[in-house]
Each structure stands twice: as structure tokens, then as C-alpha cells.
């Protein structure tokens, strides 16, 4: 099995939702971190939902649902690792998103 390190950056420019990680397949994905900053001077909010095609539906469920996030403030969204499977998606969705910034740090194991 090997192990790779990488980073998922995202900057969301709409209230519409975007993916910021989908595992591989035949890999897991273990989310370690997500990092989200507000930069601007007032406060917005983040989306952040767990999703993957079932029956050729997307179902997805909410890891955080309309998050506050206060201005020029960084918050660290989890505090556990979270298991990503082969071909789920986390996408992130915010309300007045524009100026967030998105790190997500990854370990994806084949």
C-alpha cells in the first residue's frame, strides 16, 4: 500500500456547490484536516457535504450545514479524521462564499 500526502485548495467564487475532494478509485481518502479562512470583513458561512453516486443517484449528507464562519477568523472544521471512499466527493458550499479560502489536508492510501 502506498501512502501519498497532498492538499486540496479550494476558493469558492459562487454559492454553488464544488467539489474540493474526490477519492480515486480503488484508493481511501483520510481528510486530517480542513482549514477554512474568512478573510473579508464580515461574516459568511460554509456547506461542507459528503456525497457519491448510489443507483445512479448523488446522495449526499451534510458534515456541516451553514457553518458561521466570523470575519478574519480561521477555523479547523474537524476534530477526527474523516474516511473518504473510492468515488465519494466533499464539496463545499457557502453563503456569500466569495473571499473564502479552503485547505484540506489529505492522506490517500491505495
Do not use: H
Request: proline share 5%; hydrophobic share 45%; with cysteine.
Amino acid at each position: 500500500m502506498a501512502n501519498v500526502y497532498l492538499n486540496a485548495n479550494l476558493n469558492p467564487s459562487s454559492a454553488i456547490a464544488s467539489p474540493l475532494y474526490t477519492c480515486p478509485e480503488f484508493k481511501t481518502g483520510v481528510l486530517k484536516s480542513i482549514l477554512v479562512c474568512n478573510p473579508s470583513s464580515g461574516a459568511l458561512s460554509v456547506t461542507i457535504t459528503l456525497g457519491a453516486l448510489t443507483s445512479g443517484l448523488f446522495k449526499s449528507s451534510f458534515l456541516f450545514n451553514t457553518k458561521p464562519i466570523e470575519a478574519n477568523e480561521t477555523i479547523e472544521l474537524l476534530t477526527a479524521p474523516l474516511v473518504v471512499q473510492a468515488s465519494e466527493v466533499v464539496s463545499v458550499e457557502g453563503a456569500g462564499s466569495v473571499g473564502l479560502n479552503i485547505v484540506a489536508s489529505i492522506l490517500e492510501i491505495s
